[in-house]
């Protein structure tokens, strides 16, 4: 009687284990490699953002600069062909741990609210190679599947899409990126 007692408490602790927490955030990778992260990677689908709402074709280009940080550069193709970018710098939320990372864009905002204006960037899935990448935030509102080759293959876009449901996002609303024929074909 007294094990089922404790099974039937063990078993209430664990279904109300994230009671009162709130949602529980998505799954990351566990560390990342920020020297073989580095370079250019290519955004093949985001959910939508506002900041990025005239992009057809976006990029961004990290660097590993020697105090640990990241130095980011985003490059925006619009849909009328002009290129925006930004610049800014991604740390580690927590020293020493590299799947989470806080980014600040060099701009009006961030230069007025700095502690407001950090966004969360947290690496969700990494392929073996580094060759794609799943990048969200943890309220699931934003998304980014990227890539180190402009195009994509079925089988790479299934496998992103896939690990981005798998950690609860909602891929159904993505924008996914123009290829250089679509842009050609809209001038």
Known sequence: MRLLAALAAAALLVGCANSGTG???PKTVEQVDLQRYQGTWY???RLPMFFQRNCAQSEAIYTLQDDG???VTNRCRTYDGDVQQVQGQAVAQVPGETNKLWVRFDNWASTLLPGLTKGEYWV???DDDYQA???GHPNREYLWLLTRDQDISAQRRATLLEEA???GYDTRALIWRRTDAEMALQR
């Open 43 to 45: 955004e093949q689908a």
């Open 124 to 126: 969700l899935y990494l």
């Open 23 to 25: 949602v529980v955030p």
């Open 165 to 167: 449901r798998s950690r």
């Open 133 to 135: 990448a799943l990048v």
């Open 69 to 71: 940080a990241i130095g």
